[in-house]
């Protein structure tokens, strides 16, 4: 049962880490526009750290524009 939880949280993981790394990192990063050589050494961290990437990604998402 642990194995499956941990198999789902890292599957979970490795979507929002591609999502994130395609669409969402120019727009919480401008310094990151354009540089993809770096993109892979986050993915590590992105799969552990998901659930606050996405809070994060949304919570800039639905604030309003300043």
């Known amino acids: ?5 941990v198999v789902a949280y890292g599957g979970i993981g490795a ?3 591609a999502l994130f ?4 990192i120019d727009r919480i990063d401008a310094a990151a526009r354009g ?6 050494l ?3 961290g992105l799969v552990l750290l998901w659930p ?6 949304l919570a800039l998402a639905l604030s309003p524009a300043s």
């Open 1 to 5: 049962m642990l194995t499956l939880a």
């Open 15 to 17: 979507l929002i880490s």
């Open 21 to 24: 790394l395609l669409f969402g």
């Open 35 to 40: 540089a993809y050589a770096f993109r892979p």
């Open 42 to 44: 986050l993915v590590p």
């Open 52 to 57: 606050l990437v996405l809070w994060r990604w």
